[in-house]
């Protein structure tokens, strides 16, 4: 099992280890073929046809032209039968390949859709640890990179790579029936150089395609990075500076190019050289047998026709080689991702929560985030059902901890934490977390309407029940004085609404999911009085009844708290209602001090 704590790059460096498993890639994608037997097996089929055409033509040439030949036979006719034929062979090649395309692109697509939205789930059943550890950018390209290299692979080897095969062995095969076995000889001896050259020249080339694109996404993410620092850019006056350190990016990248390209021509030219050096032998040999009455012109033009079209799909091949591996390492990696499992699991036999009253008991609970840092100490807690409890500490005391591991977003050491009876760790996630709803320090929205962000508290709510939230939160003088109201788009992670509002936004998501455990962490930390006043009260409403765990920043917000807890270092330091704990001049009296002077 990978530890949490440390995160292996899914990414691999390099591709040299790609062989170990290619195996277990097809094996994984075979059943998405599979699905869809009966179009892959007429894509087959449309392929089959296609290279039967193909390979029919060069023939229909040759019979042409031996029919137009005077030296074959003295009173010549049009062969109209032949070049209708010709014709026919021709638009049958291409249409069937479209046929086969028009075909299998639903298998390819429904294969990226379905392991698309299976990497999708998995990702959203991995715990807060691999989130928290990994770019989500850096994700969502491993899954884009992955879903494209299924497709190119499974496009490239059913209809490339095996069919060209196919089609060298059967040229060679008719050169040798129909002519020599020399002439089959050379092809395959050209081509086994020509796929020998190409995959050497493509392995030494990689090298500079990589830089090339290294140097192309670097300067794109300087450019990206210095356009979104535009203030800070202008602050300082650095223009000129940005400038130059851009250029010196587009000028390593004018560098990679040009190895690029000068790589690429010694592949092609290489590769052309082969193919002209086989194709003069041949037309020695075969211009030798027509002076000596063996062959007939149409014979020389055939193999000509036949050693062109063979090499027409070959030309890809470096290409082709080079995206096949480069898909193979990017769907190892997105399959990396889909075999990372969560850590946190319901365990076999969990039965869903069963809340009666809300009574929540944290004994002797031990917990780390990283092995060499304790956050938690034998903390013990208990939270009566129907009372507010409110926690209280410095900060990095390990109070939003208390609310993670409530959510069972990571597990404990050691200790136990039970709902009414019941351990968090033996009963399914999903119903213990239905079962809380949490305002939290730091609300991030999606980027869509105010109302819609609301309406994600619970996605079945009804319209009276969205509006009633947004009443109860306090919310409805601000969206009435939007110009778009409720429809008002919040901007990304919900940047275009106040601290407050976002809070508010939050607060109105709790109400509509309706749970019977409520946390709010530091709901009011970035509130002046008066907005913290309207979220007092509204947080007051909400809660009435239910079992509420508030996480204070200040203290003037929780003196009517039935339980404060004071947390300092992980551990429980003082507890009782606001009256005890001033009468014990402690921690708490002191904090409560520093408070009223500063105000
Ligand atoms: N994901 C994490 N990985 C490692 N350390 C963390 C993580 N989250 C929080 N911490 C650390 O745990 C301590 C308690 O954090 P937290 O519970 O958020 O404090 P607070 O009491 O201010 O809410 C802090 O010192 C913080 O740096
Ligand atoms: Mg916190």
Redesign the pocket.
Known sequence: MRGMNHPEPIAKKNGADVSVNVQETFRYLWPYLWAFKGRVILAMLALIAAKLATLLMPWALKHVIDSVDPSIRPEVYLPVAFLIFYGLLRFGSVFLGEIRDALFGRVTERAMRNIGLRVFKHLHSLDL?FH?DRATGGISRDIERGTNGISFLMRFLMFNIVPTLVEILSVAIIFAVAFSYWYAVITLAAVAIYIAFTIITTEWRNRFVREANQADSSTNTRAIDSLLNYETVKYFNNEQYEADTYDKFLASWETAKLKNRMSLLTLNSGQAFIIAGAMTVMMIMAANSVIAKEMTIGDLAMINAYMIQLFIPLNFLGFVYREIRRSLTDIENMLALLKRPAQILDVPAAQPLKVTNGNIIWREVDFS??PD?Q?LHKLNLTIDAGTKVAIV?S????????ARLLYRFYDINSGSIDIDGQNIQHVTQDSLRRAIAIVP?DTVLFNSSIRENIAYGNPHASDADIDRAIKMAHLETFITSLPQGDQTLVGERGLKVSGGEKQRIAIARVLLKNSPILIFDEATSALDSHSEAAIVDAMREVAAGRTTLV?AHRLSTIVDADKIIV?ENGSVVEEGNHNQLLELHGRYAQMWAMQLQEE
Not at 395 to 402: D, F, I, P, Y
């Open positions: 640890a928290l985030y990283n840092r956050i500490g900060s990095g005391a390990g109070k939003s901890t208390l320090q996480i947390l």
